[in-house]
């Protein structure tokens, strides 16, 4: 069956009978929307070749006839973005849609195959024959899912509508997520850029309060010898004192490779994971 959309109020479908292998009936059925008439008339043609009925049919519908629907399995896979639109909206679908209603509309466009048609018409009740097309749909492609969604402006204005809200809805989650993203790999960027600094002296003497809690461990992290680390302790009396000297004696040893990522390593080495939190924080507020 070949369908033709002639203007707004007027569709036109054209049935092809073959009666015969010489005779074909060829049936025009006019649905008129805008009254309850359904006028029909039938045409008497004899064709006596496959290449007449051909020429007739491209004639009439602008098209030539085929016996399967237009492949639209061939057509790009429906995305996991459209599938989930379509599940967020799928009881208003199944509640509310005119499953044949649809069928008919979208008959022109090829969508789906006898078969097809048939199982979802097969379904006893109405809903059941939403939920039969609304299975089959997703397997179409993302032409069809477009070609249904303009089928519901004609028919079912409020579930196209609420498709259009749910696809909004995902346009901004996916707009926030890459803002997101876009946030994480800014913060990622400058994270790492103050992890390759050189600790200076001025961020040396802002941490010798948390350093002075672990000087000696910290100490072992950062490679201090151990003859080293109890010269320290005997010239020093305070906590802080000794932190300062470890950190210092740490920036002589390594020079340039005394970085920021490495003392924040050290100190989560030296199971002092919070400071370094704490201090990766701080710093980069500074940034």
């Not at 003497?205 to 003859?227: D, V």
Request: charged letters at 30%.
């Amino acid at each position: 069956m070949t369908t033709v959309q002639s203007n707004t109020n007027v569709t036109c479908f054209n049935v092809i009978i073959l009666v015969s292998n010489s005779c074909l009936i060829m049936m025009r059925i006019k649905f008129y929307k805008d009254t309850n008439d359904c006028l029909s008339y039938i045409y008497n043609h004899a064709f006596h070749d496959y290449f007449s009925f051909n020429c007739l049919v491209e004639e009439e519908t602008g098209t030539m006839p085929t016996d399967r629907a237009s492949d639209t399995t061939l057509d790009k896979p429906l995305s996991e973005e459209c599938r989930k639109i379509l599940n967020g909206v799928k009881y208003y679908l199944v509640k509310d849609m005119d499953a044949e209603e649809v069928l008919l509309r979208m008959a022109h466009e090829n969508v789906f195959n006898a078969a097809e048609e048939d199982r979802i018409k097969a379904k006893p009740t109405r809903s059941e024959k939403n939920g039969q097309l609304l299975e089959i749909l997703p397997t179409k492609g993302t032409k069809a899912y477009e070609i249904f969604k303009k089928v519901l402006q004609k028919v079912h204005q409020h579930l196209a509508n609420l498709i259009l809200e749910r696809e909004n809805m995902e346009l901004r989650s996916d707009e926030n997520s890459r803002q997101a993203d876009r946030a994480r790999q800014a913060t990622d960027s400058a994270e790492n850029e103050l992890r390759k600094e050189v600790v200076t002296l001025q961020r040396c003497l802002s941490i010798l309060e948390e350093a002075g809690n672990c000087w000696k461990e910290l100490g072992a992290e950062l490679q201090i010898s151990e003859s080293e680390l109890r010269n320290i302790e005997t010239d020093h009396q305070r906590a802080r004192d000794k932190a300062s000297a470890v950190l210092e004696k740490w920036r002589d040893m390594k020079g340039r490779d005394a970085t920021v990522g490495c003392l924040l390593d050290a100190f989560e080495r030296s199971g002092q994971k919070r400071i370094a939190d704490n201090l990766l924080e701080l710093w980069r507020a500074e940034l």
